[in-house]
């Protein structure tokens, strides 16, 4: 088991920034890929990014296009989302995630064991 809680969240301008943090407890945190997701409401949860065991690799969703970096301390548990030039549409509910099996990279939210209740990012016009 791994229990992962968020924070960081808060109301923001557009073209302002927030960063995430998410910690880990339970199981060994350098195990696991670790996701960010995010939804809004009445869309789908959407991909923004993971970060390998490493933290030497990471992917991110197509919307981010260089905006947001996703970095890990695995000394401290901990996993990181740096939103940047964040825009209204960036509004959502962010949700960390973690995952043990192969598909991390996939960005399907199905691949992820265990998840954060969630913070909400709200961007302001």
């Known amino acids: 088991q791994v229990q992962l809680v968020e924070s960081g969240g808060g109301l923001v301008q557009a073209g302002g920034s927030l960063r995430l943090s998410c910690a880990a407890s339970?199981?060994?945190?350098?195990?696991?890929?670790m996701g960010w997701f995010r939804q809004a409401p009445g869309k789908e949860r959407e991909f923004v990014g993971t970060?390998?065991?490493?933290?030497?690799?990471?992917y991110y969703g197509d919307f981010v296009k260089g905006r947001f970096t996703i970095s890990r301390d695995n000394a401290k548990n901990t996993v990181s989302l740096q939103m940047n030039s964040l825009k209204p549409e960036d509004t959502a509910v962010y949700y960390c995630?973690?995952?043990?099996?192969?598909?991390?990279?996939?960005?399907?939210?199905?691949?992820?064991?265990?998840w954060g209740q969630g913070t909400q990012v709200t961007v302001s016009s």
């Open positions: 339970g199981r060994t945190f350098s195990d696991y890929a």
């Open positions: 995630a973690a995952s043990s099996g192969s598909r991390w990279n996939r960005g399907r939210a199905y691949d992820y064991d265990y």
């Open positions: 970060s390998s065991w490493s933290g030497g690799r990471t």
